[in-house]
């Protein structure tokens, strides 16, 4: 089991830039896919990106697509979410999360099994 911290949430104006970090301990984290879900008041957690374990592969929604940046130090255990050009609509709270060992990437928070507490983002006009 991997135990997940999320920081770097904040308030900041349309059109800023944050860098949401995610901590890990427990396992070895190299060898576990890491997503990024975003959850706005009165909805289902969305996909927002994710980094394969090994090579480090990142896939996006296309609604980041071009604005947010996944990346991950195996050394510091550790993934990072460079969001720029944030717009009202971000405004959410943001998990990361763990899929199972050398398990595949997924769209699907059913598919991970060890998540953060969450930080909140908050972006205004």
């Known amino acids: 089991q991997v135990q997940l911290v999320e920081s770097g949430g904040g308030l900041v104006k349309s059109g800023g830039s944050l860098r949401l970090s995610c901590a890990a301990s427990?396992?070895?984290?190299?060898?576990?896919?890491i997503a990024w879900f975003h959850q706005a008041p009165e909805k289902g957690r969305e996909f927002v990106g994710a980094?394969?374990?090994?090579?480090?592969?990142?896939y996006y929604a296309d609604s980041v697509k071009g604005r947010f940046t996944i990346s991950r130090d195996n050394a510091k255990n550790a993934v990072y979410l460079q969001m720029n050009s944030l717009a009202p609509e971000d405004t959410a709270v943001y998990y990361c999360?763990?899929?199972?060992?050398?398990?595949?990437?997924?769209?699907?928070?059913?598919?991970?099994?060890?998540w953060g507490q969450g930080t909140q983002v908050t972006v205004s006009s």
């Open positions: 999360a763990a899929g199972g060992e050398y398990s595949g990437t997924s769209f699907d928070p059913r598919d991970y099994r060890d």
């Open positions: 980094v394969t374990w090994g090579p480090g592969r990142t």
């Open positions: 427990g396992g070895t984290f190299s060898t576990y896919p």
